[in-house]
């Protein structure tokens, strides 16, 4: 087997830089997002065979892992392949039917998947994360991370193309990676330069109809990859929603939601990345919203301030029981976005609606609460509460007619990139939910969530919120414009 250019670029890397004082590798981890159908699983299958063999560590244990056993066993068995068409390889390994075996050093290959009952009392020297864009959670990457600390050199390699699931792990290694290349600082250097970062895709300017930009998510092409075939391929599925989707996300490297009704896509969500110190806004004009959903669920509540005619700032917080977050059919990093201020989880089984009114509380007392907008189910005790304590309370109806037009407002600033939330991973989730209903005959629709578990209380309080603000845009004066006009008459 001949290595294509840039499969010998990422091995060159990966092994190539090593501490002259240590002879130990330079890199723990290897981020590498390329195309479907570049030969990722034979690259990386070397890999596992050459963490086996050769890389000095006695009873070195190496593992496949994936969300189920048979896509583990894509890598492992490109990995018994090679060592079978090797008569030097095949001469040392032993294959069995419980995984791979170099027993010069009692070192040993196996595939695992997140189901498997038992992933205690490993030490692992070297894991391979297959297609990670299918993960919704750190479970098993947290785990065999965590049984690394006793090697010298270990080594974690995540190769996947890219996906749908935007508030999972990949959608964190993505930004984290371009963040890495792009030498932001977003974390210490020595942090980051343990990490290497491979990406392959096409520029957020290309149009992924032109067949010309195609090569940079596809470095196989003309190896392994014909561009005839990609072409036809593409004629065939561009005027179907659905597969043309599923054609940019896996061929072109784009994060996309193969749901033709989504609110915002992956990278409309991604590039409203702006940060506003929250410091800066102190007794800043800002308009409220909340939604309240069942005492035993999510509830949410934010606070939009307009920045300028364009730029706005959200600020949104949310609440969950206890009981919810352990049975996390949500699979969220709960106690992270808690340690973040992003979510508060209440003891017991449901949140009390006091929470609410007490961050309200907090709110204007730091900032110029001009009123709230609020969805009236399941409210009218709260909203008497807070008009008898001064707050300025107006009803959101739920409706298409009420809905439809801060909606379309909305999407406007997110496309432009002027909506600013600094990061909020719990709003990226909420956003990332949200689909449409279809539009009725006055060109109306709803916001809706895309499945049972995925909540959208977040991005229903910003609606009110949103709403109240442009309920007063009109009314607004702003300060380098004068109060009165005068009007010439005759």
Not at 318 to 323: A, F, I, T, Y
Not at 405 to 432: C, I, S, T
Request: aromatic share 10%.
């Amino acid at each position: 087997m001949e290595l294509l250019p840039w499969q010998h670029f990422i091995e060159q890397n990966l092994y190539g830089w090593v501490s002259r004082e240590t002879g130990y590798r330079r890199f723990r981890e290897g981020i590498i997002i390329v195309g479907q159908g570049n030969g990722k699983s034979t690259l990386i299958a070397g890999n596992a065979a050459y963490g086996l063999t050769k890389d000095g560590e006695r009873g070195a244990e190496v593992y496949c892992l994936a969300n189920s056993k048979e896509q583990a066993k894509i890598i492992y068995g490109e990995c018994c392949a090679q060592v079978k068409g090797s008569p030097m390889l095949s001469k040392h390994i032993r294959i069995t039917k419980s995984g791979m075996y170099y027993d010069k050093t009692n070192s040993k290959f196996q595939p695992l998947a997140a189901d498997s009952t038992n992933l205690d009392g490993r030490n692992v020297h070297m894991g391979v994360f297959d297609e990670i864009h299918e993960y919704k959670d750190y479970k098993l990457i947290n785990v065999i991370k965590g049984k690394t600390k006793k090697r010298k050199q270990p080594l974690i390699i995540y190769i996947t193309t890219l996906g749908t699931v935007i508030d999972g792990p990949l959608m964190d290694y993505y930004v984290l990676g371009g963040n890495i290349l792009d030498n932001i600082g977003v974390i210490a250097q020595r942090a980051a330069d343990r990490i290497f970062v491979y990406i392959d895709e096409i520029d957020e300017a290309d149009d992924p109809a032109d067949p010309s930009c195609w090569c940079k998510a596809n470095p196989s092409l003309g190896a392994l990859l014909d561009i005839e075939d990609l072409k036809d391929e593409w004629e065939r599925v561009k005027t179907i929603p659905q597969e043309r989707s599923n054609f940019i996300n896996k061929q072109l490297n784009v994060f996309t939601d193969i749901g033709e009704l989504s609110f915002l896509d992956a990278p409309t969500i991604l590039k409203n990345n702006k940060i506003i110190p929250i410091e800066s806004l102190k007794g800043h004009l800002c308009y409220g919203g909340f939604d309240l959903s069942s005492t035993e669920d999510f509830t949410s509540a934010c606070i939009e301030f307009p920045i300028d005619d364009k730029l706005l700032f959200i600020l949104e917080h949310s609440w969950v029981p206890e009981r919810k977050v352990k049975v996390d059919r949500e699979k969220l990093a709960w106690y992270e976005l808690e340690r973040e201020n992003r979510l508060t989880i209440v003891p017991g089984e449901y949140v009390q609606y006091e929470m609410v009114y007490e961050w309200f509380e907090a709110v204007r007392r730091i900032y110029n609460l001009h009123s709230i907008g609020y969805d009236p189910a399941k409210a009218f005790k709260l909203v008497l509460e807070m008009q008898n304590n001064g707050f300025v309370m107006n009803a959101v109806r739920q409706g298409e007619l009420t809905l439809t037009a801060p909606m379309d407002d909305l999407k406007e600033r997110f496309l432009d990139g002027n909506v600013v939330h600094n990061n909020d991973r719990m709003l990226n989730w909420y956003l990332g939910n949200v689909k449409l209903s279809k539009r009725s005959a006055n060109g109306t629709y709803l916001p809706t969530k895309r499945s049972k578990h995925r909540k959208i209380d977040g991005f229903s309080c910003i609606l009110c919120s949103h709403t109240e603000n442009l309920r007063h845009l009109a009314t607004r004066i702003p300060d380098d414009n004068p109060i009165s006009t005068v009007i010439r008459v005759g």
